[in-house]
């Protein structure tokens, strides 16, 4: 499984930024996707996730309210809508697929948020 992530950028405080993530694969054989999140010095965390049919996410409590993950099986795409953006989510963002037991990661697009 292959994963292209776009939509990174830089952004000023309260701005929004639309990130997707294509899959090389049908996301609808996908049980769970996933955004992520590295800033400077601190762990990789996770941000959203979303089951195949999207019937269930779930949220880091940092962006509830904020941030809103899909996907589009038709277009094997998952997204991540940030809006009120903040200084603290600059970071890296990975795309995440959790497919027949196996991690798989896109290489990542970068998110600078401005004060």
């Known amino acids: 499984v292959q994963l292209l992530e776009s939509g990174g950028g830089l952004v000023q405080a309260g701005g929004s930024l639309r990130l997707s993530c294509a899959a090389s694969v049908s996301t609808f054989s996908i049980n769970t996707m996933g955004w992520y999140r590295q800033a400077p010095g601190k762990q990789l965390e996770l941000v959203a996730a979303?089951?195949?049919?999207?019937?269930?996410?779930n949220y880091a409590n940092s962006v509830k309210g904020r941030f809103t993950i899909s996907r589009d099986n038709a277009k094997n795409t998952m997204y991540l809508q940030m809006d009120s953006l903040k200084p603290k989510d600059t970071a890296v963002y990975y795309c995440n697929a959790h497919h027949w037991g196996v991690n798989y990661w896109g290489q990542g697009t970068l998110v600078t948020v401005s004060s």
């Open positions: 979303i089951t195949s049919r999207g019937g269930s996410t």
